[in-house]
């Protein structure tokens, strides 16, 4: 029998759960590694937690905030941001597909909870996990994010497309957008 194909993290998909005119939140291009501005490259192209790496480029613990929920009959769906402890500053934007039969149900209980970032969650609950990273996108923001970042003007940034497999099993999609390095 042959093998099915991977699965693949769609853009389009993603924005459209929490955004019926996804221009509102931005005009996203796909780029290459090369592409993206250093600092970029070193915050989004790699294959670990965005909590982790957020939380080491601004050398403090982050929280989340859940903006939006969502359910199907297969997937729990969120709009996040992180703030960073230390000032409350918005420092990543993401939306998130959680298939619900991927993870046991202490860890999916704990990532509903919205009261811990779910990197960290998983970290916790020691998840065998593998992030991949799918594509990287330059962002263009529209007013929605902008808004998001507490930004009074939009501005443009960088972001990312993974999918995180749990158990050797495909369980998180998403996409992250991290704050304009200016902003920092």
């Keep these: 029998m042959p093998e099915s194909p991977p699965p693949i993290v769609a ?4 924005l459209g759960l929490f955004c019926s005119n996804p221009a509102e939140l931005g005009k996203f291009e796909p780029r290459s ?3 993206c501005p250093r ?3 070193t915050i989004l192209a790699h294959q670990s937690h965005m909590t982790v790496t957020v939380e080491k480029r601004h050398g403090c613990p982050v929280d989340v905030q859940v903006l939006e929920t969502d359910f199907t009959e297969t997937h729990y769906l969120r709009e996040i941001v992180l703030r960073r402890q230390n000032d409350r500053r918005v420092v990543q934007y993401g939306i998130v597909r959680l298939a ?12 509903m909870a919205q009261r811990i970032p779910l990197g960290r969650v998983l970290i916790n609950h020691d998840v065998l996990r593998e992030v991949q990273l799918h594509g990287l996108w330059h962002v263009d923001y529209g007013p929605r994010l902008a808004a998001t970042f ?7 940034s960088y972001g990312r497309t993974a999918l995180i ?3 050797g099993e495909p369980a ?13």
């Design 11 to 14: 853009l389009d998909e993603l």
């Design 33 to 35: 590694i090369d592409q």
């Design 39 to 41: 600092d970029y490259q």
């Design 100 to 111: 619900l039969a991927a993870l046991q149900p202490q860890v999916r209980d704990e990532i």
């Design 150 to 156: 507490e930004l009074d003007v939009p501005q443009e």
């Design 165 to 167: 497999y749990c158990d």
């Design 172 to 184: 998180v999609e998403l996409l992250e957008i991290v704050a304009p390095e200016e902003s920092f």
